[in-house]
């Protein structure tokens, strides 16, 4: 460990503290982004009283939630009931001190980056856990239990995808990773990945087809079914944060950080004017935060769209179809790394990937329609027999 | 600063681990062996493994606790929330007298060599697990593989009796 003095010690405190502000604020941009984008896609017009345009609907929810009474329960297991927020919270916060905004603009850049994102995201999910076991609520025991099987099974997914991409660039440090994609974003290479990560993402955040741990009307919020006002709210806030964490980790794996395009024909003129040498880094900055609301609407999106999955169904789509299609990108990211293959091999391999297995599930999706169609024909053949013989037997008796 | 640091970790490493003895309510003895192995980990950043520390916090601080958790809570905890005594302990106490005396003994015969830390990086650890060291990483796996496959056997018989 290199010799930690007071003064580095300051600048990590400073550098935390600006993190927790800007988080806070994206977290209440995201609340208002949400709600104004639900209600445009349910054709209402979401808030509009408090400020302009709503703008300050996420600060009256905050002074709402952090002034409403504060329950634990009686039977509950205290300590737990404790520990379990700030266990989630923690993970949440811990996973951005390593996430860049732009090339210069990081808390710790570790060369292990994405290996560490992956380990802290995971103790997220025992603080959900403990949070359903500790409120001694038999909605909260079966939230956790849910929680428990599928963040634990949509990890995998995750950890695979991470490592593909971590082989593309063969670094896992996000910086090399962002630098790499300076010409092609791996989107493009390795449009698998993309996809199965963000999936997999929605489920690690429990984003809306996902949410059948704390689907209200099943398990009643489950984790949090205990929980109220800012024991409640910092679940919440670790939920936001987290999903702009798998936001921001689609745009810097897959959709080029915040490199833009043309960068470098951009960058050889931009230096040459001197008052403005800070105008690339704000450049970069910005472009990263259009990717990642880009992306984050993208969710909102399929939540306003997508009906909820059953429990069974959506363990049986972890490990029938992610799983094999996250391996299925590592076998053929190998490959192509292995004999040296052009990039668009990849691309295409991918799509194939992508492709099969899409119709797969759209055929066992489709299946409840099929059988339906097919007793009704079965009933149609029936009947229009049945009057055959009715008529035929007319016939006869007529003559 | 890194003897400081140790003893602070070793402190929550035991503390924890006596923890785990110690209560009496199986989930709290889940959340020491967290803070065990956590602090484990630290110990392993003090002698800069980052990528081993790293494993510890992903594989035990997170699935194997998580799986752990899931156990209890598919069994009746709520219920019997104490561990019930049982007649084991004697041996229990046998087998942790009997580790330690094999761990005293290997340091007492070593000695505590006095090498200088140096952390290799991902690439040349990468390298070395999958060239070198390659079988005893496969047969981990298949052992790993096989106690998976046992376990679901031993699960399913009980199942075909009834």
Redesign the interface.
């Known amino acids: ?1 290199p ?2 003095g007071w003064y580095q010690i300051f600048w990590m405190v400073v550098g935390l503290l600006a993190m927790f502000t800007a988080l806070a604020t994206v977290v209440l941009s995201l609340v208002w982004l949400e709600r104004k984008t639900l209600g445009r896609l349910q054709l209402r017009l979401g808030p509009t009283r408090t400020g302009p345009m709503g703008l300050l609907q996420p600060v009256a929810d905050a002074v709402k939630l952090i002034l409403k009474e504060d329950i634990i329960p009686d039977s509950s ?1 205290k ?2 009931f404790w ?1 379990a927020p700030v266990i989630v919270v923690v993970s949440a916060f811990m996973i951005w001190v390593t996430i860049p905004g732009s090339e210069g603009l990081v808390l710790r850049n ?3 980056g994405l ?2 994102i ?3 995201a ?2 997220g ?2 603080g959900l ?2 949070a ?3 409120s ?1 609520n038999k909605y909260g ?1 079966l939230g ?2 849910r929680s ?2 599928q963040l ?1 099974s949509y ?1 995998i997914p995750v950890i695979m995808v991470v490592v593909s991409v971590g082989m593309l660039a ?1 670094s ?1 440090d996000l910086r090399v990773i962002v630098a790499n994609q300076a010409q092609i974003p791996y989107a493009l290479i390795l449009p698998l990945g993309l996809v199965v990560f963000f999936i997999a993402g929605l489920a690690e955040v429990g984003r809306t087809p996902f949410d059948i741990y704390h689907a209200e009307s099943e398990v009643v919020g489950g984790p949090f079914v205990e929980y109220s006002g800012a024991h409640w709210s910092v679940f919440f806030l670790a939920e936001y944060i987290n999903t702009f964490a798998i936001a921001a980790l689609v745009a810097l794996l897959f959709l080029g950080g915040w490199s833009w395009p043309w960068q470098s024909a951009a960058l050889s003129w931009l230096p040459a004017l001197p008052p403005v040498a800070w105008l690339g880094p704000l450049l970069s900055v910005i472009w990263f935060l259009i990717k990642v609301y880009a992306v984050i609407l993208v969710v909102f999106w399929i939540r306003g769209t997508f009906p909820r999955l059953r429990i069974d169904q959506l363990m049986a789509f972890a490990w029938k179809v992610m799983v094999p299609l996250s391996f299925y990108s590592i076998v053929i990211t190998a490959l192509y790394l292995f004999y040296d293959w052009p990039a668009w091999t990849l691309t295409l391999m991918s799509l194939a990937g992508l492709a099969v297995v899409g119709y797969l599930v759209y055929r066992r999706m489709m299946a409840p329609v099929r059988r339906v169609a097919e007793v009704k024909a079965r009933q149609a053949a029936q009947l229009a027999e049945r009057r055959a013989a009715r008529e035929a037997a007319a016939r006869q008796g007529s003559r | ?2 003897w400081f640091l140790f003893i602070i970790l070793a402190v929550f490493t035991l503390g924890g681990g006596l923890g785990v003895v110690i209560t009496r ?1 199986v ?2 003895a889940a ?1 020491f062996l ?1 803070v065990s192995l956590v602090a484990v980990a630290g110990v392993y ?2 002698l ?1 493994a ?2 081993l520390a ?2 510890q ?2 594989i035990y ?3 194997i ?3 752990l ?2 156990a ?3 069994t009746r905890t ?1 219920e019997y929330p104490y561990i019930s005594d049982n007649r084991q302990w004697p041996l229990a106490a046998i087998a942790a007298a009997g580790v330690g005396v094999v761990l005293g003994a290997a340091f007492w015969i070593n000695g505590v060599s006095q090498s200088t830390p140096n952390s290799p ?3 040349e650890l990468s390298n070395s697990l999958f060239t070198r060291w390659a079988i005893p990483f496969e047969v981990a796996s298949l052992v790993l593989l096989v106690a998976l496959i046992g376990a679901i056997i031993i699960a399913r018989a009980g199942e075909d009796s009834r």
């Open positions: 460990m010799p930690v297991d300590a737990i520990v570790l060369e292990l290996f560490y992956t380990a802290f995971v103790l999910i025992l856990v403990l359903g076991w500790g001694a025991v956790g239990l428990a099987a634990i990890e063969q896992l | 600063m890194s309510n989930v709290h959340l967290l950043l003090i800069f980052e990528f790293l494993v916090v992903l601080g997170g699935a606790i998580i799986v958790l899931f209890i809570m598919l709520a990086t991902f690439s």
